[in-house]
C-alpha cells in the first residue's frame, strides 16, 4: 500500500514513472445515492492516499469537497484524483510472487440529472468507467442516463453492485436488470457470500476460490479479508456461474471458442485475458459486487479496474479533424509526438485562480511550454500544472500521454478546446450537452451588486455548458437557463458563497419549443423609402416539419439569382434569428427545414440589413401558415414508494398530468415509472413527503418534447404573453 510520502514523490519525479500499460483514467458512475462517492472515498483509502475514510453523510468525503456538497449529501461538481495501486500477481490460488503499482486517475461524477453536464464531459476523456448499481434498487433512471453516455463515447465499463448489505438487496435481479434495461451483455466475476446482514465476501468465479472480510473495523484500518478455499455449495455456485462465463466468452471470443470446441482446459490467466479483450471492446460487461460502505468488496473492485479496464494504449487513438475541414487526423498515444490535449472541464478555484482540466491525448507538456489553441489561433506559456486530489492541488513539472491534469492561468479558453501542439494543428471532438429546460429571472438585491453579479454569472457559464446567461430584449431583464430546480438553486447559492451576491429570483419557467405540423410557403419584404438612398429586401421561403431531433436545417436553395449571393448570408441570419426568438408565443423553435426558394432585390437599395429583415419576415409568414404547435419538456419520473401509499402518488401523478408506463415490486417497495410534463413537477419534492409522511423517494431526467394539449395551451399562451422573461 502507497503513502502519501510516495504519492508526492512519484508525482513530482522528473519524467514519465508509470508506463502507459500501468495507467488508468476511470470515471465512477452511476444514479444518485447509489454510492458512488463512497466507493470513490474507499477506494482512495485502501490505495492510500487518505489515512481516515470520510463518509457522504459527514461531510467529508475528498470529492465532495464543495460546501454544498457537504451539506447536501450529494455530487454537484465531478471531481478529479490521482492515486496508485500496487497490485500482487498470484501464482498458484494464494502465493504471491510480485507486485506491480498502477497509476489510477479517477473521476467521481455527479449522479443528479441536473448536473449531467459533469457526467457528459467526463465521459469524453475517460478510457474506462465503474457503474455503480444498488443492490436493492438495481437500474434506476439516471443509471440509464450514465449508461448511453458511456455508449455515446465508446467507453469500456465493469460493473459494481453496491449496498449488498441492505435489507432487500439481491444481486441476481441487479443483474437481470441491467441485461433488460440497459441491453448490456453482463455476466459476474464475482458472485456474493450471503446478502443483507449476512453479506460476508464474494466468490472469485474466475480463480474459483472465496474472499471473506472480517467482522469489525480496527482503528480505521478498513476490514482484513482472507482468500480461502470453496465449500461445496460455493464450488457448485461458481462452477455453474464459471461455465456460464466461459460460454458468454466464446459467443465473442475466437481463441476461447477454439479451446470450447477442443475441449481444452481454460486456465483462470487464460479466461481473464479473454474477459478483458472483450470488456475493451465494449462486448462484455463484467460484474462485481460488493458493500462501499461497510468496506467489502472494494480491493477487489480495485484490482479488477487494473485487470479489465483499458489503459490509454487499449482503446483506438484519439481522431482530430484538420482545421474546418472533414480530413480526419489519427492522434497516436505516444510520449514522443506532438503534444495534444483535450480541455474538458473549467473551474474557478478561490487561491490559485481559473483551472482548466485537461487530458493528454499524445505528447508531453513541461513547465514553462507554449501551448497552441487552434479555435483561437493563439499561443499561450504553461506557467503551472498541477494533479487534483480533491481539494487539494499538486504541482507537477510535466504531463505525459494518457494523464488527466490541470493548468492554470490561460485565458480565453472554453469547454472543448483542443490545446496542441503549434505544428499540429487539429481540433479534437468537443463533448456535446444538452440545452437548459428550465429559466429564471433574476436581478441583484441592490444596485452595487450588479457587477459583480454580472462576473459571477459570467464565470459560472463559463464552468458549465448546460448554465446559460442572456438578456431579454424585450424588457431588459437578466435570465438565468438551467437543467432543473436544483441546479438553479446551487447556482444562486454559489453567487451568494464565492461572490458575495444576494440575488432575487422569480420564480421558474419552462424552456417550451415551437415547431410546425405541415409545409407552407412565406413572403417577406422590407422596403423603406425616406428621401435618398432607401432599403430593400425581399426573400420567399418554403417551411416543413424535419425529423424528431434533427434540429434546424436552412438551405439555399435560390437558382438564377434572384438574391445576389452576398445577401444569402444575411437573408439566413434573419431566419435563424427568428427562430431563436420564435413566432408562435415567442420560444425557440426546433425540427424544422427551411428552403430559401426566391426573392428580389434593388440595385441601390438593397443591403444586408433589409435582407436580414426580409429573411425574418419570410419565416414568420411561413411559420403561421404551417399549422404551428407549442412543445413541452417531459420527465422520465421513477417513483420509489413503500405499498401502502402507492394509491396516493398514483393519483397525484395522473393529477399532474402524468402517465404511468409501469408498476412494479420490489423488496416490500412500488416502483412507480410515469412521464409527467416538467410544468406539473413543481414542488413535488414536497409533495411527495407529505402523501409518504417522507417514505417515497423519487428521480427524473428529460426524456423529451411532447405537443402541449389543448386543455392547457390557452393558459401557457397567456403566461408567455404576461412574462416575456421567461422565454428561452
Avoid at 508525482?11 to 500501468?22: H, K, S, T, V
Avoid at 506491480?100 to 449531467?116: E, K, L, S
Avoid at 479496464?309 to 484519439?318: H, K, M, N
Avoid at 413543481?682 to 409518504?692: C, D, H, K, P, V
Wanted: contains cysteine; negative net charge; hydrophobic residues 40%.
Amino acid at each position: 500500500m502507497s503513502d502519501v510520502t510516495a504519492i508526492n514523490a512519484a508525482l513530482n519525479a522528473p519524467g514519465r514513472q508509470y508506463p502507459l500499460e500501468r495507467t488508468r483514467n476511470i470515471g465512477i458512475a452511476a444514479h444518485i445515492d447509489a454510492g458512488k462517492t463512497t466507493t470513490t472515498e474507499r477506494i482512495l483509502f485502501y490505495t492510500g492516499l487518505i489515512h481516515k475514510i470520510g463518509d457522504v453523510d459527514d461531510g467529508n468525503t475528498v470529492t465532495d469537497w464543495m460546501e454544498q456538497e457537504k451539506e447536501r449529501g450529494i455530487t454537484i461538481t465531478s471531481a478529479a484524483v490521482t492515486c496508485f495501486w500496487t497490485q500482487k500477481q498470484e501464482e498458484g490460488l494464494y502465493k504471491s510472487r510480485a507486485t506491480i503499482p498502477h497509476r489510477i486517475n479517477i473521476i467521481d461524477t455527479p449522479g443528479h440529472v441536473d448536473f449531467t453536464a459533469e457526467v457528459e464531459r467526463s465521459m469524453r476523456v475517460l478510457d474506462g468507467a465503474v457503474a455503480v448499481f444498488c443492490g436493492v434498487a438495481g437500474v434506476q433512471p439516471q443509471s440509464e442516463t450514465v449508461w448511453r453516455q458511456a455508449t455515446k463515447y465508446k467507453v469500456p465499463r465493469i460493473a459494481f453492485v453496491n449496498k449488498m448489505d441492505r435489507t432487500g438487496a439481491n444481486f441476481e435481479n441487479a443483474l437481470n436488470d441491467m441485461r433488460k434495461k440497459l441491453n448490456a451483455y453482463a455476466f459476474p466475476i464475482f458472485l456474493p457470500i450471503g446478502a443483507e446482514d449476512q453479506f460476508a465476501g464474494v466468490i472469485d468465479v474466475v480463480n474459483l476460490r472465496s474472499i471473506v472480510w472480517g467482522p469489525g473495523d480496527v482503528s480505521n484500518e478498513g476490514l482484513k479479508y482472507e482468500i480461502r478455499e470453496l465449500t461445496p455449495e460455493q464450488m457448485e455456485q461458481a462452477v455453474a456461474a464459471r461455465a456460464e462465463l466461459v460460454d458468454a466468452v466464446s459467443n465473442k471470443d475466437d481463441l476461447i471458442a477454439e479451446m470450447v470446441l477442443e475441449d481444452k482446459p481454460i486456465d483462470a490467466a487464460t479466461l481473464k485475458a479473454a474477459v478483458r479483450r472483450l470488456t475493451c471492446k465494449i462486448e462484455l460487461i463484467p460484474v462485481l459486487c460488493g458493500s462501499a460502505f461497510k468496506k467489502k468488496g472494494v480491493q477487489v473492485l480495485v484490482d479488477a479496474v487494473v485487470d479489465y479496464l483499458p489503459s490509454p494504449l487499449d482503446i483506438p487513438p484519439a481522431v482530430g479533424h484538420e482545421l474546418g475541414t472533414e480530413v480526419q487526423v489519427e492522434v497516436p498515444t505516444d510520449d514522443n509526438k506532438k503534444f495534444c490535449s483535450l480541455a474538458f472541464k473549467l473551474w474557478t478555484d478561490p487561491y490559485a485562480g481559473k483551472l482548466v482540466f485537461f487530458r493528454v491525448y499524445s505528447g508531453q507538456l513541461k513547465k514553462g511550454d507554449t501551448i497552441y489553441n487552434p479555435r483561437t489561433r493563439k499561443r499561450e506559456r504553461v506557467s503551472r500544472l498541477m494533479v487534483i486530489q480533491g481539494s487539494e492541488r499538486k504541482d507537477i513539472d510535466g504531463v505525459y500521454a494518457g494523464d488527466i491534469a490541470a493548468l492554470v492561468g490561460l485565458r480565453n479558453i472554453t469547454t472543448g478546446d483542443t490545446l496542441c501542439d503549434e505544428s499540429f494543428d487539429i481540433t479534437l471532438e468537443p463533448p456535446t450537452f444538452p440545452e437548459p429546460v428550465i429559466s429564471m429571472a433574476i436581478e441583484p438585491k441592490t444596485k452595487a451588486d450588479r457587477d459583480k453579479m454580472s462576473e459571477g454569472l459570467q464565470r459560472l457559464s463559463e464552468e458549465d455548458p448546460t448554465f446559460h446567461v442572456f438578456t431579454n430584449e424585450e424588457t431588459g431583464q437578466l435570465i438565468i437557463a438551467g437543467m432543473g430546480e436544483l441546479h438553479l438553486e446551487i447556482i444562486r447559492d454559489r453567487l451568494k458563497r464565492e461572490f458575495k451576491v444576494e440575488a432575487d429570483a422569480g420564480a421558474p419557467q419552462i424552456a417550451y419549443r415551437e415547431t410546425i405540423t405541415k409545409p407552407a410557403e412565406g413572403e417577406g419584404k422590407f422596403i423603406r423609402q425616406s428621401g435618398g438612398r432607401g432599403q430593400y429586401g425581399h426573400a420567399c421561403v418554403k417551411v416543413e416539419p424535419n425529423e424528431k431531433g434533427k434540429g434546424v436545417e436552412v438551405i439555399n436553395g435560390i437558382v438564377g439569382g434572384s438574391i445576389p449571393r452576398e445577401y444569402i448570408p444575411a437573408v439566413e441570419n434573419g431566419i435563424r434569428e427568428a427562430i431563436k426568438s420564435g413566432v408562435y408565443a415567442g420560444y425557440q423553435v426546433i425540427d424544422i427545414k427551411v428552403e430559401i426558394t426566391d426573392g428580389s432585390f434593388h440595385e441601390v437599395d438593397s443591403n444586408e440589413l433589409a435582407f436580414k429583415m426580409a429573411g425574418i419576415f419570410a419565416l414568420k409568414d411561413a411559420f403561421e401558415k404551417a399549422a404551428p404547435i407549442l412543445l413541452e419538456p417531459i420527465m422520465k419520473v421513477e417513483v420509489t414508494t413503500p405499498d401502502e401509499y402507492q394509491g396516493d402518488l398514483l393519483g397525484d401523478i395522473n393529477r399532474r398530468r402524468g402517465v404511468i408506463h409501469g408498476v412494479d415490486g420490489k423488496g416490500g417497495q412500488t416502483i412507480l415509472n410515469a412521464q409527467v410534463p416538467l410544468a406539473e413537477m413543481f414542488g413535488y419534492a414536497t409533495a411527495i413527503r407529505s402523501l409518504s409522511k417522507g417514505r417515497a423517494s423519487y428521480s427524473m431526467e428529460p426524456q423529451n418534447f411532447q405537443q402541449v394539449p389543448n386543455s392547457v395551451l390557452t393558459t401557457v399562451l397567456d403566461a408567455a404573453k404576461k412574462k416575456p422573461a421567461a422565454r428561452s
